[in-house]
């Protein structure tokens, strides 16, 4: 079993900024792959961003290529979410999540494991 807690959401004007953190513990060999979703009141869950824990290899959604970017510290088992340039359609709760692999990272479906979300709005 795998426990993911987000934390570093809030309230912020557009335009500001905000850094994410998911921080990992328990059983996470098999966590290849650390993602970041999002989801809006009414819409589906969309892919953000993954990396690799081991490469550090990184991919973005093209909504927030430009604007986020995703990072990671094996040290700490933590992958962060550094989101400039906030809009407001931005707005959502952040996952979370851990892949066993690499491949297809931007689909949910590769994910097993999920943090409980953490509430980003951005104020025009």
């Known amino acids: 079993q795998v426990q993911l807690v987000e934390s570093g959401g809030g309230l912020v004007q557009a335009g500001g900024s905000l850094r994410l953190s998911c921080a990992a513990s328990g059983r996470t060999f098999r966590a290849y792959t650390m993602g970041w979703f999002r989801q809006a009141p009414g819409k589906e869950r969309e892919f953000v961003s993954a990396i690799s824990w081991s490469s550090g290899n990184t991919h973005y959604a093209d909504s927030v290529k430009g604007r986020f970017t995703i990072s990671r510290d094996n040290a700490k088992n933590t992958v962060y979410l550094q989101m400039n340039s906030l809009k407001p359609e931005d707005t959502a709760v952040y996952y979370c999540?851990?892949?066993?692999?690499?491949?297809?990272?931007?689909?949910?479906?590769?994910?097993?494991?999920w943090g409980q979300g953490t509430q980003v709005t951005v104020s025009s």
């Open positions: 999540a851990t892949s066993p692999s690499w491949s297809a990272a931007y689909q949910h479906y590769n994910y097993d494991y």
